[in-house]
């Protein structure tokens, strides 16, 4: 299984774009990285999924390198409500499923 | 459309009762995963069904933890005897898996979760 690394903590203001970044040295061939968010007292909730190079949807930005030894998240302009938790997960995309959290990164974003 | 939705949002029972959470899947979704949280820990994995069969367990921590999918709709959570060291939060996650394009098992949409304290 594949084991995440990252940040503990991030700090941020209002407006500002804020990258963290999560190591995965032992991704499997056919893993996902994947991307959830969790507020306090709610179910993460998923944010985005790449497999390699360059992910975009309406909400962040992920950007994998080819070696997918890391991946970063991107959020661009971040607001106050950004504040929270963020999990990187490496997961097989087929039969499998079951996500695997780490310990997150949590987001301060301050006005 | 209704997300995932869990019952009771918070239960407080004494050690050696019985609890039964409850999950509504999202509709259409043939998977359904449980997971929980414990006092400063991380989530953890427990259970996940592909309609009403057990595709894996391997998370679940002991034998008084039960959990059935009758009928591949709703799904419970029962624990039976309640030990002090169950307290914590369950999290209930739905997703659709393949679907016809993709694989989107881990794009997991979760319920709000149901807190257990055990006194």
């Known amino acids: 299984l594949a084991k995440t690394t990252q940040p503990i903590s991030m700090d941020s203001y209002e407006g500002q774009e804020v990258n963290i970044t999560c190591s995965h040295n032992?991704?499997?061939?056919?893993?996902?990285i994947t991307w959830y968010q969790q507020f306090p007292s709610q179910g993460p909730r998923f944010i985005i999924q790449?497999?390699?190079t360059k992910v975009t949807n309406e909400v962040a930005s992920l950007f994998i390198p080819a070696d997918r030894k890391s991946s970063t998240l991107s959020l661009p302009r971040v607001s106050l409500s950004d504040t929270a938790v963020y999990y990187c997960?490496?997961?097989?995309?087929?039969?499998?499923?079951?996500?695997?959290f780490g310990k997150g990164t949590k987001l301060s974003v301050k006005p | 459309e209704a997300g995932v939705t869990q019952f009771p949002s918070h239960s407080v029972i004494e050690k050696g009762q019985t609890v039964t959470l409850r999950c509504d899947p999202i509709?259409?979704?043939?998977?359904l995963y449980w997971y929980r949280r414990v006092m400063g820990k991380e989530i953890k994995f427990l259970l996940h069904?592909?309609?009403?069969?057990?595709?894996?367990e391997s998370g679940m921590p002991n034998n008084r933890f039960l959990a059935e999918r009758t009928g591949g709709t709703y799904s419970t959570l029962k624990v039976q005897p309640a030990e002090l060291e169950d307290s914590g939060v369950y999290f209930c996650?739905?997703?659709?898996?393949?679907?016809?394009?993709?694989?989107?098992?881990?794009?997991?949409?979760f319920g709000p979760g149901t807190r257990l304290t055990v006194l």
């Open positions: 069904f592909v309609k009403e069969s057990k595709q894996d």
């Open positions: 790449g497999y390699k």
């Open positions: 032992n991704i499997a061939t056919n893993d996902y």
């Open positions: 997960l490496a997961r097989f995309g087929g039969s499998q499923g079951n996500l695997i």
């Open positions: 996650a739905s997703s659709q898996g393949w679907t016809g394009l993709r694989y989107s098992y881990n794009e997991q949409f």
């Open positions: 509709s259409g979704h043939d998977n």
